[in-house]
Antibody, heavy 123, light 113 residues
Framework: QVQLVQSGAEVKKPGASVKVSCTTS????????FSWVRQAPGQGLEWMGW????????KYAKKFQDRVTMTTDTSTSTAHMELRSLRSDDTAVYYC????????????????WGQGTLVTVSS | DIVMTQSPDSLAVSLGERATINCKSS????????????LAWYQQKPGQPPRLLIY???TRESGVPDRFSGSGSGTDFTLTISSLQAEDVAVYSC?????????FGQGTRVEIK
């Protein structure tokens, strides 16, 4: 059974950085790509970017490309997302999601999803 | 960026009745070379991550009840719940994967009347 298990909730001050981890099991990590999607309280879903589990290639949404870094560690089948220069409007649940169709590009449906990590940015 | 717009924002339907949710994209998500629509539907219940229901606009994910169906092509798509059950109360969102950034509709809340 495929599982994506994310790291726990974080509370950060404005200007700080946060790194969220996503450890996968039940399939071959390097055969998949991973997107990061966030959801602010009461809001819709927002795609932040993608990383290939095979090559480490990344594609970031323009909105985040100056502040986000996505990495993988194939030895532990883990994907990481670091967001820097946090602001109060970065308060959201951050999801790690596997791409539905392979590792080569981000253009696919998203499944399965991690359980989500709540990041709260507050002074 | 492709903008996805859903209608209505919320919907109240009696148990056993049909629920219909619409999703419109600001440009076509039909890829002519393979004749596939790059459109997915998700269900999200409170406190849970989204669950994939439909991909390629009309292909039901394994394990999804057959009362859920997707249709449409190009820029206009529909998710239909043929006979609403109590466990279908949720927010439903469409997503295009034709181009990056991947984008989602704002969500449609489905409730019991």
């Amino acid at each position: 059974q495929v599982q994506l298990v994310q790291s726990g909730a974080e509370v950060k001050k404005p200007g700080a950085s946060v790194k969220v981890s996503c450890t996968t099991s039940g399939y071959t990590f390097t055969s998949h790509g991973f997107s990061w999607v966030r959801q602010a309280p009461g809001q819709g879903l927002e795609w932040m970017g993608w990383i290939s589990g095979h090559s480490g290639n990344t594609k970031y949404a323009k909105k985040f490309q100056d502040r986000v870094t996505m990495t993988t560690d194939t030895s532990t089948s883990t994907a990481h997302m670091e967001l820097r220069s946090l602001r109060s409007d970065d308060t959201a649940v951050y999801y790690c999601v596997s791409q539905g169709s392979g590792y080569y590009d981000p253009n696919s449906w998203l499944d399965p999803w991690g359980q989500g990590t709540l990041v709260t940015v507050s002074s | 960026d492709i903008v996805m717009t859903q209608s209505p924002d919320s919907l109240a339907v009696s148990l056993g009745e049909r629920a219909t949710i619409n999703c419109k994209s600001s440009q076509s998500v039909l890829y002519r070379s393979n004749n596939k629509n790059y459109l997915a539907w998700y269900q999200q219940k409170p406190g849970q991550p989204p669950r994939l229901l439909i991909y390629w606009a009309s292909t039901r994910e394994s394990g999804v009840p057959d009362r859920f169906s997707g249709s449409g092509s190009g820029t206009d798509f529909t998710l239909t719940i043929s006979s609403l059950q109590a466990e279908d109360v949720a927010v439903y969102s469409c997503q295009q994967y034709y181009s990056t950034p991947l984008t989602f509709g704002q969500g449609t809340r489905v409730e019991i009347k």
